[in-house]
């Protein structure tokens, strides 16, 4: 939870005219937090977007409290309620907006699960399991993903995990059990990707922002990641139209 980072980014959003706000995940769902921190930094959100007249609908991350977001009922929309501007969007969850398909794809695996404790700060539901993919695929085409993780095959995070080699040859202070388990989720991704045939795809996982394109045989498949709190703006949001596409040179 980093209420000041996300109060100037909600203010951001409002500034370029933004009609909804789409957070790719690590929100900062905690309401079990540490002397009631969690609800706190809800509060102060719910009432920032009130203030300012914008929703936010928000992908869950890997640190996000799994479990108590269970607990909330899905909404005949889809979508979970958890404050009367904020809602979650589940895995697996399809919307149109216009003509364009647009499904939300939550969860990733914490490489550092090993500095955490299971049912506290880590929970097994963090990453799309193989039968959330096979269902994903099932339900048919999607336009859009707004997505936690990545897919396989973006050239700068290729490079970046030197994904061309085995774990245990790469220069990486993370255990090999860690890389691995990151390497098996974007390979599940991918698969979601080719599986709905999107065109699009957005991402926070990796904390840094890129554009990359994917090769397929259905053409090239543009790939958005955004940055961390912390970084500039233009770095950790992206205006963007109904069908993904991103609205640049507004400044």
């Given at each position: ?55 936010l609908w928000f992908i ?125 989720h974007q390979e599940r ?63």
């Amino acid at each position: 939870m980093n209420t000041p980072a996300a109060l100037k980014a909600i203010d951001h959003a409002q500034a370029l005219g933004a009609d909804l706000i789409v957070q790719v995940g690590d929100f900062g769902f905690w309401p079990r937090g540490n002397g009631n921190s969690g609800q706190k930094y809800l509060r102060k959100v719910d009432a920032k977007l009130a203030t300012l007249g914008l929703d936010l609908w928000f992908i869950p991350g890997n640190h996000e409290d799994w479990p108590s977001l269970a607990k909330r009922p899905i909404e005949d929309d889809g979508l979970r309620t958890i404050t009367e501007h904020i809602r979650e969007i589940p895995v697996g969850h399809r919307w149109t907006w216009g003509s364009t398909r647009w499904l939300g794809i939550g969860g990733a695996p914490s490489v550092d699960q090993h500095l955490r404790t299971e049912g506290v700060d880590w929970f097994p539901e963090e990453e799309v399991t193989e039968k959330q993919v096979v269902a994903i695929i099932a339900a048919g085409p999607a336009d859009v993903v707004v997505a936690h993780d990545a897919p396989m095959g973006t050239d700068l995070l290729g490079r970046r995990y030197q994904q061309h080699l085995d774990p245990w040859e790469r220069d990486s202070w993370w255990p090999v059990s860690a890389q691995l388990r990151a390497d098996t989720h974007q390979e599940r991704l991918r698969r979601i990707l080719d599986g709905v045939k999107a065109q699009r795809w957005f991402h926070g996982h990796h904390h840094v922002r890129y554009s990359s394109t994917i090769t397929t045989a259905r053409g090239d498949i543009q790939v958005e990641g955004l940055a961390l709190d912390g970084e500039p703006l233009k770095e950790l949001t992206l205006l963007v139209d109904a069908d993904g596409v991103p609205i640049l040179d507004l400044e």
